[in-house]
């Protein structure tokens, strides 16, 4: 067992997670931040994204692995300890806290969590390849939208989120497919009418995705499979049918990565960590939670990166208060 306490101890290694060790570790704080191993991803949902266009600073764009690895850069700088694994297990009854990472017990006085969520995917042959190459899939409008002026695309889902991918996308897109697998949605009646009243929106209904087409684009090192239509498959009938589109939205749900805390921290209708209103603080003094683990409206890496400062300076303040 260590008997060391750390000060701070983050979970996850997204654009929250590393910032909140850089900020604690300008605060000589000294963080230990556990960026976990596969299956989870560390640098979080951006190390399956290409050109990031809308992170501030970054007038010509950059790609999510970069940036992911100047924050990393950054927090190690000024001192945070990096640990390639995944905590297992976490115990914050009493003060301080208990985490482990497999057998390998870790005492912290206070945690920032930020574990991030994940876009729910389809699991379609393909998805995951196009998804990490920019090859025409993508979970997020405001990040990839700017990608497809003028080309046709798609979203999928029936519930608000596709909706307002789908409203999004028609700035860019010459026509924007809603595919939904029944006729009756989950979105709010006026995200769904913005929708109907739009011209640049169709729909497939009844319809879920069989398989990707693909062709080959680029030469040498930048060829890359390029989306190119979708082959929907009617839920009723199993016919199948063809829908040009050089990019398909998946817009069926994010999972926020809380299982570590189930019982133990307070989580939203929808599972997202619960905060106090504008705080990273959660209900147990000490535990923070930052980034998307705890936002399912925003999500974007800039608001992220600005919660896990909040928890940060909040963690800060706290030992401070406590003399530690
Ligand atoms: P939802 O769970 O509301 O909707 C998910 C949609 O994806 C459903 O239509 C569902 O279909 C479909 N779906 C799920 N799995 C599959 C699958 N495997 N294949 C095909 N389709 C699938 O998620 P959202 O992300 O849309 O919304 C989450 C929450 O966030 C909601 O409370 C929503 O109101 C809120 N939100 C609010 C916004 C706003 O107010 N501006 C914007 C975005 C989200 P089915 O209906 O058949 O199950």
Same mark, same amino acid.
């Given at each position: 067992m ?16 590393w910032? %909140? ?16 191993? %596969? ?66 017990? @870790? ?7 930020s574990?991030?969520? !994940? ?9 995951? *390849? +196009? ?30 989120? %596709?909706?307002?991918e ?26 769904? *009418? ?6 640049? @929106? ?48 998946? %817009? ?9 805390f !189930?019982?133990?921290?307070e989580?939203? *209708? ?7 209103p504008? !705080?990273a ?37 706290? +030992? *401070?208060?406590?003399?530690?």
């Amino acid at each position: 067992m260590s008997e060391q306490i750390h000060k701070v101890v983050i979970i996850g290694a997204g654009p929250a997670g590393w910032t %909140a060790a850089l900020y604690t570790g300008r605060a000589n704080l000294e963080p230990v931040i556990f960026e976990g191993e %596969a299956p989870n991803t560390p640098g979080g949902q951006l190390m399956i994204t290409s050109d990031v266009e809308n992170y501030p600073g970054f007038p010509e764009g950059v790609l999510g692995p970069e940036l992911m690895e100047k924050f990393k850069a950054q927090a190690v700088r000024f001192g945070a300890q990096v640990k390639s694994q995944n905590i297992t297990k976490v115990d914050f009854d009493a003060s301080p806290f208990r985490l482990w990472s497999g057998d390998e017990e @870790i005492l912290a006085h206070t945690v920032i969590i930020s574990t991030g969520a !994940k876009a729910k995917l389809l699991g379609t042959p393909k998805e995951a *390849e +196009l998804m990490a190459t920019g090859g025409g899939v993508s979970a997020c409008a405001t990040c990839d939208g700017a990608f497809f002026k003028n080309v046709e695309v798609a979203v999928v889902g029936g519930g608000d989120t %596709a909706m307002e991918e789908a409203n999004f996308l028609t700035r860019y897109a010459s026509k924007v497919t809603i595919i939904h697998r029944r006729e009756e949605f989950r979105a709010s009646k006026i995200m769904l *009418e913005r929708c109907q009243n739009n011209p640049k @929106i169709e729909w497939a209904l009844n319809k879920t995705i069989d398989s990707y087409e693909t062709e080959k684009v680029g030469v040498g090192v930048l060829a890359k499979d390029q989306l190119k239509a979708i082959n929907l498959k009617d839920s009723n009938t199993g016919e199948i049918s063809t829908l040009a589109a050089e990019g398909c939205f998946i %817009a069926i749900g994010h999972a926020p990565t809380t299982e570590l805390f !189930k019982d133990i921290l307070e989580t939203d *209708e929808t599972g997202y960590l619960v905060t106090q209103p504008g !705080k990273a603080a959660t209900a147990i003094p000490g535990v923070f939670a930052s980034g998307d683990v705890q936002d399912h409206y925003y999500r974007q890496a800039i608001t992220a990166a600005g919660s896990g400062c909040m928890a940060a300076i909040e963690a800060e303040r706290f +030992l *401070e208060s406590k003399g530690l």
